[in-house]
């Protein structure tokens, strides 16, 4: 069933509802483009919201001689921390260090090294993580997070949950980032800048005609299509990029991705510090274990080849025993499975550079422009969390030769929805929210703030009073909260809620996210026979 309305134009379509969609489509709208974007599931359903969560630099990266993506990641870290202090804040990392550590896995520096001093072949040497942190504390023009330290295990409360082998570590500076948010906050700002976006909303087909391209979209839920022109066309369908550029396109391209699927396990709470752990395994990888959620941690990830896009990405046996086992060997309290919570898994669609590893593949992004047969269209292959402010800016640099008098960049020093406020405002918005609505407990009050930052307010409204937000789900969510979700950040159903929009499903039970799910149909049925979407 068609849609019969009036076709606009657009300049820009773009297809895919993660992060480096949504960040392109709020850079282009900040632009005065016109943008539309669909997304065939809800934002942030895939890889965007199965990271490890964190604006990092990617220390080891720089093992790979990967000195262009950490310099552009930590440069990163602190411009988006201002325009988000509600969803991401600094956390500090414990490396624990121990000389008798050997690995099996070689890096381009390992190589060397082995070549060059044969007794060191296994180990990284003291004086080369030294090395690595002292430019990883230099190379970004870090002016808000604290240089790098050296902690005594023996002494520090940070060696209390390890093993007694470690002595030494050494704590640098990172941010956390609530990641599925971003993604909605991106696309809301986009939105508030002239956007349209389009969840559930696939793409069928799409053909140049002429200097522009003609796009067939179909609405998942009620099954209706559209024809939507645009000028140009941005594939960024991450894990699914490739099948686009052959199957919805019918492109001819050399250009792929590489998938390589990155499993986490979350646990009940494993230490009492908010610092976060970076333990180097036997293989030559590493993993974090963080602290998540106020109640758990988080450890991960995996590097495993994840051949079929089509293939929901699941976090496997083999996986999950692989990070319990890899966080044993560092903790003195061992966990077991019984004691995971939850796991999640997701595909990073890397750029297939044709390294000889997944671990090895490079985590820096691509751009390509192809006008071969008339209308543009900007294929993106890769990229990470952390710099995609700067991958929207350069695909803009890309975007912009066909639309001239188009603006300059501009996103740098713009603050996300809800985001106005200083770096260590928190603590402050936690009490003056308390203070304007005193039914708040501080386990709510504090979620809110870290969601919604200073829209926390337009969320509770005229409330007086619990009551006044209606039903309550469980875990502090409420109606109102529910309500605002779907009109304002494109919630559908109970899962986009409590596993992106927030990670209450940590703390509800199956029934009362069930009972969730039924009261949002209902209420979405209200609405749309209401005419109010």
Not at 325 to 338: G, V
Request: aromatic share 10%; proline share 4%.
């Amino acid at each position: 069933m068609a849609k019969d309305m009036e076709t606009k134009t657009y300049d820009l379509f773009v297809i895919g509802g993660g992060i480096n969609g949504c960040g392109i489509a709020r850079d282009a709208a900040g632009r005065n483009m016109s943008v539309a974007l669909a997304e065939m599931n809800d934002l942030a359903s895939a890889t965007s919201s199965a990271s490890t969560k964190l604006f990092h630099g990617g220390l080891r990266y720089l093992e790979y001689f990967e000195i262009n993506l950490v310099r552009h990641a930590l440069e990163e870290r602190e411009i988006l921390l201002k325009a988000m202090p509600h969803i991401s804040w600094p956390m500090r990392f414990v490396l624990p260090y121990s000389p008798d550590m050997r690995f099996e896995g070689e890096t381009p520096v390992s190589k060397i090294l082995a070549r060059v001093m044969p007794w060191m072949k296994g180990r990284r040497p003291a004086w080369m993580i030294r090395l690595g942190l002292f430019m990883y504390d230099n190379l970004g023009g870090r002016k808000i997070l604290p240089a790098t330290a050296t902690l005594n295990l023996d002494t520090a409360p940070e060696g209390a949950p390890l093993v007694d082998t470690f002595h030494k570590a050494y704590e640098y500076s990172d941010c956390w980032i609530e990641d599925s948010r971003l993604v909605v906050l991106n696309a809301r700002d986009a939105e508030q800048r002239g956007a349209r976006i389009m969840v559930r909303t696939k793409v069928e087909a799409a053909k140049r005609d002429g200097d522009h391209w003609s796009i067939t979209v179909r609405d998942i839920e009620s099954d209706t299509t559209e024809v939507i022109h645009a000028r140009m066309l941005v594939n960024a369908g991450g894990p699914w990029v490739g099948d686009i550029i052959h199957g919805k396109l019918g492109l001819k391209s050399n250009e792929g991705v590489r998938l390589v699927r990155g499993s986490h396990i979350v646990t009940k709470r494993l230490f009492d510090h908010d610092k976060c752990y970076f333990f180097q395994g036997t293989d030559g990888r590493i993993i974090f274990a963080i602290p998540y959620e106020t109640d758990f941690t988080l450890i991960g990830t995996t590097d495993a080849e994840h051949h079929d896009p089509h293939v929901r990405p699941e976090c496997t046996p083999a996986e999950r025993d692989y990070l319990v086992d890899f966080a044993n060997r560092y903790f003195k309290q061992n966990i077991s499975t019984d004691d995971i919570v939850w796991t999640y898994s997701g595909v990073r669609p890397l750029y297939d550079d044709g390294a000889s590893s997944a671990t090895a593949a490079t985590r820096d992004y691509t751009l390509k422009v192809d006008t071969k047969d008339g209308a543009p269209i900007l294929n993106i292959f890769g990229g990470k969390i952390t710099t995609y402010r700067k991958l929207a800016e350069d695909s803009m640099d890309k975007i912009v030769p066909f639309f001239p008098g188009t603006s300059g960049h501009w996103s740098a020093g713009a603050a996300l929805p809800g985001g106005d406020f200083p770096v260590d405002g928190v603590d402050g918005l936690i009490k003056r929210l308390k203070g304007d609505y005193a039914f708040l407990d501080a386990f709510w009050a504090r979620r809110l703030i870290r969601a919604y930052g200073t829209d926390a307010w337009d969320v509770l409204g005229d409330a007086k009073s619990a009551e006044d937000l209606g039903e309550g789900f469980g875990a502090t969510l409420t109606a109102r909260e529910i309500e605002y979700l779907m009109t304002y950040e494109y919630a559908r159903t109970a899962e986009d809620v409590v596993w992106r929009r927030n990670k209450l499903g940590l703390r509800l039970s199956k029934d009362e996210i069930a009972a969730l799910d039924t009261w949002m149909q209902a209420h979405r049925k209200k609405r749309l026979k209401a005419g109010t979407g």
